[in-house]
């Protein structure tokens, strides 16, 4: 028997069909293995646990752990790695934003925090500008997966510290210089995404829907679109959908 405990998380109004989903699509990645599927269930924080036995257990696990992101012990983190993690309780506090990258110790998480002063370095120039309208400007919101490195860890008192990776920053200049309003979005199906913009006539608007995780997505929109306004139209249709528009002006009026 082997079990495994992912970072990606299932949450939200649609939980119901995105656990359905999920169940189909780790049936469809065993499909020719000898693998029998015991338990996919939901832990308190939503992240996924399965637990499967077979011939073919080994060569499944590490599949899943190429496939997804494995939730680890806290001492197997080092310092100056890069993780991917998922970002937790944004705006709930002016000294940064909490982010889960999956590391366990005494069988509680143990969230990174991406400091304030770090924020304004790598984002703001050192501006001091609150952690409230950095997230605005850059349109965060809960469960953005996101690409970190780790500066410091400190076991003894389950605290980490990180910045954003390298390709993180990378992918935010990309977002400034292509001078286009990005809609992020999670907890949704692109299918439902795509039905949304559909029935609201915003299809049109939108260039490109990247995916950004299992059920978090950015909607690039076209030269000239104005992302709150078509979040002000599909978010009566996606009720607790969490959205949040990033609109590269705002850095620029700054």
Not at 170 to 199: A, D, P
């Amino acid at each position: 028997m082997r079990e495994i405990l992912l970072l990606e998380t299932i949450y939200g109004p649609f939980w119901q069909d995105h656990i359905t989903y999920f169940r189909d699509k780790i049936r469809n990645l065993f499909d020719q293995l000898d693998i029998e599927i015991d338990l996919i269930t939901l832990t308190e924080s939503g992240n996924i646990y399965i637990r499967f036995t077979g011939l073919d257990e080994e060569f499944a696990f590490n599949l899943l752990k190429k496939e997804f992101h494995v939730c680890k012990n806290l001492t197997e983190f080092e310092v100056n790695s890069e993780v991917y993690g998922k970002l937790i309780q944004v705006g709930k506090y002016g000294f940064g934003i909490f982010t889960n990258i999956g590391a366990i110790y005494n069988d509680t998480f143990t969230d990174a925090l991406i400091p304030l002063h770090k924020l304004r370095e790598q984002l703001m120039e050192n501006r001091k500008i609150s952690t409230r309208k950095i997230i605005d400007i850059y349109g965060l919101i809960n469960n953005m997966p996101i690409k970190l490195l780790i500066t410091d860890i400190d076991i003894n008192e389950y605290k980490i510290e990180a910045s954003l990776s390298k390709d993180q920053l990378l992918l935010f200049n990309k977002w400034i210089n292509n001078e286009m309003e990005i809609i992020n979005i999670c907890g949704v199906l692109k299918s439902k995404i795509v039905k949304v913009l559909n029935q609201t006539n915003h299809k049109r608007d939108i260039k490109e829907i990247k995916e950004l995780g299992l059920f978090e997505y950015s909607l690039i929109c076209k030269p000239g679109t104005e992302a709150p306004g078509i979040i002000s139209h599909i978010g009566s249709r996606l009720p607790g959908i969490e959205m949040n528009a990033f609109i590269p002006e705002r850095i620029r009026s700054i």
